[in-house]
Protein backbone atom coordinates (compact mmCIF):
# COMPACT_ATOMS: atom_id res chain seq x y z
CA UNK A 1 0.00 0.00 0.00
CA UNK A 2 1.12 3.69 -0.60
CA UNK A 3 0.64 6.35 1.86
CA UNK A 4 0.77 10.24 1.95
CA UNK A 5 2.23 11.84 5.04
CA UNK A 6 0.80 15.50 5.28
CA UNK A 7 1.96 17.81 8.49
CA UNK A 8 4.92 15.03 8.70
CA UNK A 9 7.33 16.36 10.66
CA UNK A 10 10.19 14.19 11.36
CA UNK A 11 8.41 11.01 10.07
CA UNK A 12 7.35 9.75 12.98
CA UNK A 13 4.15 8.68 11.72
CA UNK A 14 5.39 7.86 8.21
CA UNK A 15 7.64 5.51 10.44
CA UNK A 16 4.89 3.87 11.58
CA UNK A 17 3.45 3.16 8.09
CA UNK A 18 6.63 2.02 6.68
CA UNK A 19 6.97 -0.85 9.54
CA UNK A 20 3.62 -2.36 8.57
CA UNK A 21 4.57 -2.31 5.11
CA UNK A 22 3.54 0.55 3.62
CA UNK A 23 5.42 2.85 0.94
CA UNK A 24 5.36 6.36 1.82
CA UNK A 25 5.44 8.21 -2.05
CA UNK A 26 5.03 12.18 -0.25
CA UNK A 27 5.31 14.07 2.36
CA UNK A 28 4.58 17.77 3.28
CA UNK A 29 6.29 19.55 6.03
CA UNK A 30 6.15 23.40 6.40
CA UNK A 31 9.24 23.74 8.27
CA UNK A 32 12.21 23.38 6.28
CA UNK A 33 15.02 22.46 9.17
CA UNK A 34 12.39 19.87 10.24
CA UNK A 35 11.75 18.92 6.55
CA UNK A 36 15.74 17.65 6.25
CA UNK A 37 15.25 15.66 9.37
CA UNK A 38 12.42 13.97 7.10
CA UNK A 39 14.81 13.21 4.22
CA UNK A 40 17.45 12.03 6.54
CA UNK A 41 15.14 9.79 8.15
CA UNK A 42 13.05 8.79 5.07
CA UNK A 43 15.54 9.18 2.30
CA UNK A 44 13.32 7.21 -0.14
CA UNK A 45 10.32 9.66 0.34
CA UNK A 46 9.91 12.79 -1.23
CA UNK A 47 9.45 15.50 1.02
CA UNK A 48 7.88 18.87 -0.09
CA UNK A 49 9.02 21.68 2.20
CA UNK A 50 6.49 24.20 1.41
CA UNK A 51 3.25 25.83 3.61
CA UNK A 52 0.65 23.00 2.43
CA UNK A 53 -1.80 26.34 1.81
CA UNK A 54 0.89 27.44 -1.10
CA UNK A 55 1.47 24.33 -2.92
CA UNK A 56 -0.98 23.30 -6.27
CA UNK A 57 -2.48 20.20 -4.61
CA UNK A 58 -3.80 19.62 -7.80
CA UNK A 59 -0.57 19.94 -9.59
CA UNK A 60 1.38 17.79 -6.66
CA UNK A 61 -1.29 15.14 -6.17
CA UNK A 62 -3.30 12.75 -8.12
CA UNK A 63 -6.15 10.56 -8.08
CA UNK A 64 -5.41 7.24 -6.67
CA UNK A 65 -1.87 7.79 -6.20
CA UNK A 66 -1.95 6.49 -2.80
CA UNK A 67 -4.05 4.46 -0.88
CA UNK A 68 -3.79 5.75 2.66
CA UNK A 69 -3.57 9.45 3.85
CA UNK A 70 -2.29 10.21 7.37
CA UNK A 71 -1.54 13.24 9.15
CA UNK A 72 -2.40 15.91 11.84
CA UNK A 73 -3.13 19.39 11.25
CA UNK A 74 -2.83 21.63 14.01
CA UNK A 75 -5.60 21.80 15.74
CA UNK A 76 -5.36 25.91 16.65
CA UNK A 77 -7.29 26.61 12.91
CA UNK A 78 -10.17 24.63 13.82
CA UNK A 79 -12.61 27.76 15.33
CA UNK A 80 -16.36 27.90 14.86
CA UNK A 81 -18.23 31.17 16.04
CA UNK A 82 -21.77 29.72 16.98
CA UNK A 83 -23.65 27.21 14.64
CA UNK A 84 -21.88 26.98 11.15
CA UNK A 85 -23.09 25.12 7.69
CA UNK A 86 -20.80 23.10 6.67
CA UNK A 87 -19.77 24.72 4.05
CA UNK A 88 -19.38 27.94 6.12
CA UNK A 89 -17.12 25.64 8.77
CA UNK A 90 -14.92 24.22 5.24
CA UNK A 91 -14.62 27.87 3.88
CA UNK A 92 -14.04 30.06 7.05
CA UNK A 93 -10.04 30.97 6.49
CA UNK A 94 -9.16 30.51 10.06
CA UNK A 95 -9.78 26.30 9.42
CA UNK A 96 -7.22 26.45 6.38
CA UNK A 97 -5.29 23.49 7.69
CA UNK A 98 -8.32 21.02 7.43
CA UNK A 99 -9.79 22.65 4.73
CA UNK A 100 -6.13 21.87 2.57
CA UNK A 101 -5.90 18.07 4.50
CA UNK A 102 -9.50 17.79 2.81
CA UNK A 103 -9.04 19.23 -0.22
CA UNK A 104 -5.90 16.66 -0.80
CA UNK A 105 -8.07 13.78 0.29
CA UNK A 106 -10.82 14.92 -2.17
CA UNK A 107 -8.40 14.94 -4.95
CA UNK A 108 -6.86 11.33 -4.26
CA UNK A 109 -9.55 9.81 -3.12
CA UNK A 110 -7.69 7.00 -0.74
CA UNK A 111 -9.07 4.28 0.18
CA UNK A 112 -8.29 5.17 3.93
CA UNK A 113 -7.44 8.24 5.05
CA UNK A 114 -6.05 8.60 9.25
CA UNK A 115 -6.04 11.98 11.10
CA UNK A 116 -4.49 12.61 14.42
CA UNK A 117 -5.28 15.41 16.99
CA UNK A 118 -5.45 16.28 20.06
CA UNK A 119 -8.04 14.91 22.95
CA UNK A 120 -9.54 18.32 23.21
CA UNK A 121 -11.00 18.45 19.72
CA UNK A 122 -13.82 15.84 20.86
CA UNK A 123 -15.05 18.74 23.11
CA UNK A 124 -14.42 21.97 21.50
CA UNK A 125 -17.05 23.80 21.05
CA UNK A 126 -18.99 21.43 23.44
CA UNK A 127 -18.05 18.70 20.05
CA UNK A 128 -19.57 21.17 17.69
CA UNK A 129 -15.81 21.01 15.62
CA UNK A 130 -15.65 17.14 15.88
CA UNK A 131 -19.18 16.70 14.87
CA UNK A 132 -18.08 18.82 11.98
CA UNK A 133 -15.01 17.21 10.72
CA UNK A 134 -16.98 13.55 10.62
CA UNK A 135 -20.24 15.48 8.80
CA UNK A 136 -17.57 16.73 6.09
CA UNK A 137 -16.25 13.51 5.41
CA UNK A 138 -19.40 11.73 5.14
CA UNK A 139 -21.08 13.89 2.80
CA UNK A 140 -20.56 12.75 -0.92
CA UNK A 141 -21.69 16.05 -2.35
CA UNK A 142 -18.76 17.82 -0.50
CA UNK A 143 -16.39 15.06 -1.95
CA UNK A 144 -17.37 14.95 -5.44
CA UNK A 145 -19.62 11.66 -5.32
CA UNK A 146 -17.95 9.10 -2.51
CA UNK A 147 -17.99 9.54 1.10
CA UNK A 148 -16.05 7.74 3.97
CA UNK A 149 -17.10 5.46 6.78
CA UNK A 150 -16.06 7.54 9.76
CA UNK A 151 -14.30 5.87 12.96
CA UNK A 152 -12.57 7.58 15.82
CA UNK A 153 -10.45 6.38 19.43
CA UNK A 154 -8.94 7.83 21.95
CA UNK A 155 -5.59 6.59 22.51
CA UNK A 156 -2.87 7.19 25.38
CA UNK A 157 0.86 6.60 24.45
CA UNK A 158 1.69 5.07 28.04
CA UNK A 159 -0.61 2.43 27.02
CA UNK A 160 1.39 1.53 23.92
CA UNK A 161 5.08 1.02 25.86
CA UNK A 162 5.75 4.75 25.56
CA UNK A 163 7.07 6.37 29.10
CA UNK A 164 4.76 9.15 28.74
CA UNK A 165 0.61 9.86 29.90
CA UNK A 166 -0.25 11.39 25.79
CA UNK A 167 -3.40 11.18 24.91
CA UNK A 168 -4.12 11.67 20.98
CA UNK A 169 -7.54 11.45 18.99
CA UNK A 170 -7.47 9.09 16.09
CA UNK A 171 -10.16 9.65 13.27
CA UNK A 172 -10.31 7.28 10.53
CA UNK A 173 -12.51 7.29 7.63
CA UNK A 174 -12.97 4.27 4.98
CA UNK A 175 -14.86 4.20 1.51
CA UNK A 176 -15.26 0.15 2.19
CA UNK A 177 -18.67 0.63 4.59
CA UNK A 178 -19.36 -3.16 6.14
CA UNK A 179 -15.56 -2.58 7.94
CA UNK A 180 -16.01 -3.55 11.99
CA UNK A 181 -13.49 -1.11 13.63
CA UNK A 182 -13.51 -2.19 17.00
CA UNK A 183 -13.05 -5.59 15.89
CA UNK A 184 -10.69 -4.79 13.54
CA UNK A 185 -8.96 -2.61 16.56
CA UNK A 186 -8.76 -6.13 18.93
CA UNK A 187 -7.92 -8.45 16.66
CA UNK A 188 -4.86 -6.38 15.90
CA UNK A 189 -3.90 -5.94 19.21
CA UNK A 190 -4.32 -10.13 19.72
CA UNK A 191 -2.35 -10.50 16.45
CA UNK A 192 0.53 -7.52 18.53
CA UNK A 193 0.61 -9.57 21.96
CA UNK A 194 0.81 -13.03 20.05
CA UNK A 195 4.53 -11.87 18.71
CA UNK A 196 5.28 -9.79 20.80
CA UNK A 197 4.05 -10.34 24.65
CA UNK A 198 5.41 -7.27 26.50
CA UNK A 199 4.15 -4.61 23.85
CA UNK A 200 1.73 -3.16 25.83
CA UNK A 201 3.84 -3.57 29.23
CA UNK A 202 3.46 -0.13 31.10
CA UNK A 203 7.02 1.38 30.71
CA UNK A 204 8.39 4.13 33.38
CA UNK A 205 10.55 6.85 32.68
CA UNK A 206 13.66 4.87 34.78
CA UNK A 207 13.18 1.72 32.74
CA UNK A 208 14.10 3.72 29.66
CA UNK A 209 16.24 5.95 30.27
CA UNK A 210 17.83 4.60 33.67
CA UNK A 211 20.86 3.23 32.35
CA UNK A 212 22.03 6.57 30.89
CA UNK A 213 25.45 7.70 32.70
CA UNK A 214 25.55 10.26 35.22
CA UNK A 215 26.50 14.01 33.71
CA UNK A 216 29.74 14.93 34.93
CA UNK A 217 30.27 17.82 36.99
Known amino acids: MKAIDLFAGCGGLSLGFIKSGCRVVKAVEIDRDIAETYRV???GVEIIANDIKKIDAETIFCPGEADVIIGGPPCQGFSMAGARIRRGFIDDPRNYLFKHYFDIVKIVKPKIFIMENVKGMLTMQNGKIFREITKIFADKNML????????HKLVNAADFGVPQRRERLIIVGAIKKNI???????????????????YFRPVTVKETIGNLPEPTE
Open 41 to 43: NHP
Open 144 to 151: GGFSYNMW
Open 180 to 198: DFNDVWEKTICQIEGELPD
